[in-house]
């Protein structure tokens, strides 16, 4: 079946702009998710959606970052204002929910800000 | 203390050879443990999942789990060039996931 997919792949803003990033997890999966990494870094957790539950917004470094999920469906994060350091791959997962069921990741999109 | 540990590596090893990947966590209560591969430029694809201690075998992949040492292990039989990567740990105690940084792992052929 189809996987995560994420869009777009690559994006490419000047500082100050604000962009959207898109995530559609594997359909019946409930839990999704949004991490950062930068070049040569680990998976930073950003925000954790379960359903119709209150997300885990934890992990956001700021308040330049949000997201939304539609029910169990399509995720977005908005990044306001961006800046250099918000040059990164942007990483979404899907799971069934719980805490024994794994993640399958999208492919990722690589933003870079100028 | 980091709560998920590994060696980042590089670990070397010759093509046929066995390698062992290791990982420490933090969080006694851990319940969900799982490996991840990552090839440069490429997003982390899973390779195998345990919960239980003790081994789990899928191929040439054997996870080893001691709860007790809060030790996870991964090792890789046959290695083959292409087994070149990043490995990841991941550990999950709620729904949160906590990632290692990774060891990269090199297999000359």
């Known amino acids: 079946g189809a996987g995560v997919s994420q869009s777009p792949s690559n994006k490419v803003t000047e500082k100050g702009k604000d962009v959207e990033l898109r995530c559609d997890p594997i359909?019946?999966?409930?839990?999704l998710y949004w991490y950062r990494q930068r070049l040569g870094q680990g998976l930073e957790f950003l925000i954790y959606?379960?359903?119709?539950?209150?997300?885990?917004k934890s992990g956001l470094p700021s308040d330049r970052f949000s997201a939304e999920r539609t029910g169990e469906s399509v995720s977005t994060l908005t990044i306001q204002r961006t800046q250099q350091e918000d040059s990164a791959v942007y990483l979404c997962?899907?799971?069934?929910?719980?805490?024994?069921?794994?993640?399958?990741f999208g492919p990722g999109t690589r933003l870079t800000v100028t | 203390q980091k709560e998920v540990e590994q060696n980042s590596g590089p670990l070397s090893v010759p093509e046929g050879a066995i390698a062992s990947l290791n990982c420490t966590y933090s969080?006694?209560?851990?319940?969900?443990f799982f490996w991840y591969r990552q090839y440069s430029g490429k997003s982390p694809e899973l390779i195998m999942s345990?919960?239980?201690?003790g081994d789990k075998e899928d191929g040439r992949f054997t996870a080893q789990l001691n709860k007790a040492s809060q030790y996870v292990s991964l090792l890789i039989r046959d290695s083959q060039p292409s087994d070149s990567a990043t490995y990841l740990c991941a550990v999950s105690g709620t729904y949160k996931y906590i990632f290692g940084t990774g060891t990269r792992l090199k297999v000359l052929a």
């Open positions: 997962a899907s799971s069934l929910g719980g805490t024994t069921y794994e993640q399958y």
């Open positions: 969080d006694r209560v851990s319940q969900s």
């Open positions: 959606f379960q359903g119709n539950s209150a997300p885990d």
């Open positions: 345990i919960y239980s201690n």
């Open positions: 359909s019946g999966h409930t839990a």
